[in-house]
C-alpha cells in the first residue's frame, strides 16, 4: 500500500492507509494502547485495541523512537490531538529503539531542554523534535526565496575553492593544511574569488559555501565553519546599489516563507539607514564602553537593534559610511569625503548580519591604499594584479544565513541554526 | 541612461542606447576604427567615425580588454557580424587594461589554446572567453533544473561539516587540519552526515558541497577540492528507489538546460542497466587489464559508455550488483545474494559520476559487516551508534556535477569545469 504522509491523512477520513513514521511516545491504557507517530510532516495519533491481539502483543515490546509503518483505517476522534485518529491493524517493525534513549525526544515537562553539549553530542536525536526541524524546514525555503531572486536576476552561481597558498586578508585566524609536501590555508571568505569573477566579466555571481574561522570564540554567535552566503555584482554606481539588492534578496527569502506557511513578516522598505556617526550619537547616553569610535561593537548593536525597532518598527537597519580604520584596504572610499567607505553593515535584530562594499578596482588606487594600510605590496601583488587586466567597477556582500535564521527564529545560538556545529571544543558528531 | 544589455540590442535599433563591456577587438581601417564589446550576453560591434573627433581620439589610446561605457545608437549593417551595429557617440572609460595581456582572450587562430597551465595561473582572463563562461552558465542552468526538482518533491537542503575528529570511511588520502590543540580532517564525503539526518526523521535531504580529496592524483578527472551534489532518502524498498529517483533529477537538469537554450538532449526513460558481471562479460573480448574482477577501471568504463551507446543510443547506464569487495561495509547486501551489494554506479559517456546504495540501517548487521571486512569495530563504533535508536530504512548517492558537466559539454578535463581548480600543484590563484 502507498504510503501516506500525517499531513495528507485529513484528507482519508474513513478510509485504510499505510503510515510510516517513529513511536514518538506511548500510552497504556489497560486494554487498550495508544501511539503517537511522528514523521517528518507532523504527529498523529494511532490506537492499538485490545481485541487486535497480534497488533497488541506486539506493541507491549516496542520501544520509544522505533521506526514502524502502520496500516489502519483513519477513524474521526473528537478527543484524538488532531480531531481524528488511526485505527492499527497491522504493524510492521523498520527499525527498533534501544529501549533507554540517551535524550528524551519529547521536551520534558518542566520546559527545559536538556543541556546542549548532551544535546549536541546526540544531535541526530536532537533534531528529532519538531521543532529543530522546523529550523531547517525555514531554511531550504528562505534559501528557495533567494536563489528564485537570483535566477529571475542573471546571477551564475560559481563554487569558489576552500585551498588557499596563503592565509587570507586578515592573515589571522586561518586554518592551516598539511597538503602534500606543503601547507595550504582554509578560506575565510570568497571575497577574492568572487572579485575574481568579476574581473572575468561574470558580472553577477552568487556563491553558498562554507568559510572557516579559526577563532578561539565562545560566544552564541560564533563557530568555526559556517556557510556564508556571497554575492557580487558589476557596473554598480555605489554600495547604495547593493543595499537596494540586498533588501529585494532578502523580502524574496521571507516571501518565500511566508508563501510556506512559515508565520514571518516580510520586512518593508526601504530598510532604516543611519552613519555609524548617528549611531555612536544614538546610543551615546548608554554608556556602552567600545574604545573604538570608528566601529561597534556586539553590545552597541544590540541596543541599535532595539532602539530601531521602537523607533520604526523595523527590525532591519544598514549601517553605513563607516571610517577607512574599521574596513580593509580595498573598500572604495568616498570621492567627497576619503576618510569613509562606500561600505555598509547590516544588523537584523540587533545583530550584524551583513557585511557589504563597493570595492576598489582601479590597481593604482589599490596599491594606495594597502601602502596607507601599512600593508606589504608583496603580499597583495597577486590580489591586486586581478584588477591591471580591465575590471568593471563592483561590490557585493558576505552574508550569514545561520544568523539569519537564528534572529528570525529567536534561538538562542546560532549553533541550534546549524546541522552539525563545530567549534573549538566540538569536532562531532 | 540605463544600460542595455548587447543581448537586448536587436530590439533598439534606431534608439540611443549605452552598453557595458570588455574591449574584445579593435580594428583600425585608418578614417573608421571598430570595436567588439563584450558583456555577459554577447559581442556587439562599434563603429567609431573620425568625425566623432572626442570618441575617435580616445579610441587611439584604448587597450584591449579595458572596460568602457558606450552611448550610440544602433544602426542596421549588414556587413556587421550582428547585423547591426553602435555609432558610438561618447564612450566612458571604467576601468584600463595594460597593454600587454598575459594570455589572449580571442582564441588563437590556429585554434590552439594556450597551455593548460598557463591560462589557470591566470584565470580571470581565461574565463573571459564566452566559450569558458558558457560552461558556468550551464552549470547554473543545470543546478537550478535539479533544485526544482528537489524543490518540488520535499526535500530538506542541509550544510554538512568540513570538519571531522577522525579521517572518514576509507582512513586514506584525507586532508589534516591544525585544528586550535588538536588535529581534524577534512570531510571526504557527507555521507555519514546525510544518514545521520535520515537517523533524526528528515527522510529526504540533499547537500551541495565540497569535499575534499588528497589524492596525488594527475589525471583529467581528479582534484583535491570538487562540489558534490549528495542526496539520501528514507524508507525506500532498495536501491532501484534511489536509481529511479536519480534519473528523474538528472531528467530535471537537462530540461532545464534545453528551456534556458543550451543545446543538449533529455535522457530518455529507463537509463540501461546491466549488473556488473554482464559488464565484465560484454568487454571481455577487448582484453582489457584488471586484476579486481569484482570492479571496473577508468578504461572499462570508458570502453562500456561505447558499447552501450552503440547498442541502445543512450548515454547513461546503471552498473548494479557490486560484489561486496568493491563495496564499504555499510551498503546493504542482497538478501537473495550476500555476496553482491544493493548499490550501482552511474555512468556517463564512459565516465562515473554516481556511486549510490541502500545503506544498512541495521546496527547488528553493521557491526556483523564491518568484521567480515577486517575493521577494527571501536573505530565505527560511534556512526554504529546513529542507528541504535531507530533509523528508517534508507539509501542515496554521492555525485560528482563537475564530471557531468565536463562530459556534457565534451571539456577534455574536469578542470575546466570548476571556477578556480586545485590540483596536487595548483593552490592559486
Same mark, same amino acid.
Given at each position: 500500500m502507498q504510503r501516506t504522509y500525517v499531513k495528507d491523512l485529513k484528507n482519508k477520513i474513513g478510509e485504510q492507509v499505510s503510515i510510516k513514521g517513529f513511536v514518538h511516545a506511548i500510552r497504556d491504557q489497560g486494554g487498550i494502547k495508544f501511539l503517537i507517530i511522528r514523521d517528518v510532516t507532523g504527529l498523529i495519533q494511532a490506537v492499538v485495541l485490545k481485541s487486535e491481539k497480534a497488533v497488541f502483543d506486539f506493541v507491549k515490546e516496542l520501544t520509544l523512537e522505533s521506526v514502524i509503518e502502520i496500516e489502519g483505517l483513519v477513524k474521526d476522534q473528537k478527543n484524538a490531538p488532531n480531531g481524528f485518529e488511526i485505527l492499527a491493524l497491522t504493524i510492521n517493525l523498520l527499525s527498533k529503539s534501544e529501549?533507554?534513549? #540517551? *535524550? =528524551?525526544?519529547? %521536551?520534558?515537562k518542566s520546559g527545559e531542554e536538556t543541556d546542549q553539549t548532551i544535546r549536541f553530542d546526540y544531535r541526530w536525536i536532537d533534531l528529532r523534535k519538531p521543532e529543530k526541524l522546523a529550523i531547517f524546514k525555514a531554511w531550504t525555503e528562505f534559501e528557495k526565496g533567494i536563489r528564485k531572486y537570483f535566477d529571475n536576476n542573471n546571477y551564475l552561481q560559481i563554487y569558489t575553492p576552500s585551498f588557499m597558498s596563503t592565509s587570507s586578508?586578515? +592573515?589571522?585566524e586561518v586554518f592551516e593544511v598539511k597538503y602534500f609536501d606543503r601547507k595550504a590555508y582554509l578560506a575565510q571568505s570568497p571575497q577574492f574569488y568572487k572579485q575574481m569573477a568579476m574581473a572575468a566579466g561574470f558580472e553577477k555571481i552568487f556563491v553558498w559555501g562554507p568559510v572557516y574561522r579559526a577563532e578561539p570564540s565562545y560566544t %552564541? !554567535?560564533?563557530?568555526t565553519e559556517f556557510t556564508g552566503l556571497d554575492f557580487e555584482i558589476s @557596473? *554598480?554606481?555605489?554600495h547604495h546599489d547593493i543595499m537596494s539588492e540586498m533588501e529585494r534578496m532578502l523580502i524574496a527569502g521571507f516571501t518565500q516563507l511566508k508563501a510556506s506557511g512559515i508565520a514571518v513578516e516580510i520586512p518593508f522598505t526601504p530598510f532604516p539607514q543611519m552613519t555609524l556617526k548617528e549611531v555612536k550619537e544614538k546610543i551615546k547616553?548608554? +554608556? *556602552?564602553?567600545?574604545? /573604538?569610535?570608528?566601529d561597534i561593537n556586539a553590545e552597541e548593536e544590540r541596543e541599535l537593534g532595539r532602539i530601531v525597532k521602537e523607533e520604526t518598527g523595523h527590525d532591519f537597519v544598514f549601517v553605513i559610511?563607516? =571610517? *577607512?580604520?574599521? !574596513? #580593509? &584596504? @580595498?573598500h572604495m572610499r568616498h570621492g567627497?569625503?576619503?576618510?569613509? %567607505? /562606500?561600505s555598509f553593515d547590516l544588523v537584523y535584530k540587533g545583530l550584524e548580519i551583513v557585511t557589504g562594499a563597493q570595492r576598489e578596482h582601479r590597481s593604482e588606487i589599490l596599491e594606495k591604499q594597502a601602502v596607507d594600510k601599512g600593508m606589504d605590496l608583496e603580499a597583495v601583488k597577486e590580489y591586486i594584479s &586581478? &584588477? /591591471?587586466y580591465g575590471c568593471p567597477p563592483h561590490g557585493g556582500v558576505g552574508i550569514g544565513p545561520a544568523r539569519i535564521i537564528m534572529k528570525m527564529l529567536d534561538l538562542p545560538s546560532i549553533k541550534e541554526a546549524i546541522f552539525l556545529p563545530r567549534d573549538v571544543k566540538r569536532l562531532t558528531p
Open positions: 529501549a533507554q534513549l #540517551p *535524550i =528524551p525526544v519529547v %521536551t520534558e586578508e586578515s +592573515g589571522a %552564541t !554567535r560564533h563557530v @557596473y *554598480i554606481e555605489s547616553h548608554l +554608556g *556602552i564602553k567600545n574604545e /573604538k569610535d570608528y559610511d563607516w =571610517p *577607512i580604520q574599521a !574596513r #580593509p &584596504f @580595498y567627497k569625503n576619503m576618510e569613509l %567607505t /562606500k &586581478f &584588477f /591591471k
